[in-house]
């Protein structure tokens, strides 16, 4: 059973930092991509930013420059560091990861950035 488990969101000031973890199981993480969506109230899901297996990353404009994707082979767990954070960035991030057994969703976790 495939499971990603989001944790790290919350309640944070405007300038302020988080960092959301995904802890993966039931994959083969060390050939997947990982990647952090955001979706808020009547909005489409977008993309924040994506590493693939030998680490390559890619981010939204919106957010270069300010968050950091990252993954740790050995804990099974993609991370995405937000610094500098503002009201604009509050919504709900999902983890997603891609590989040859298929595409898989977090159940998302509520980022909240007051201004």
């Known amino acids: 059973q495939v499971q990603l488990v989001e944790s790290g969101g919350g309640l944070v000031q405007a300038g302020g930092s988080l960092r959301l973890s995904c802890a993966a199981s039931g994959i083969n993480f060390r050939s997947a991509a990982m990647a952090w969506y955001r979706q808020t109230p009547g909005q489409q899901r977008e993309l924040v930013a994506r590493i693939t297996s030998g680490g390559v990353t890619n981010y939204a404009d919106a957010v270069k420059g300010r968050f950091t994707i990252s993954r ?18 509050t919504a709900v991030y999902y983890c997603y990861s891609l590989s040859f057994s298929g595409s898989y969703w977090g159940q998302g976790t509520q980022v909240t950035v007051s201004s």
């Open 72 to 89: 740790d082979n050995a804990q099974n767990t993609a991370y995405l560091q937000m610094n500098s954070l503002k009201a604009e960035d």
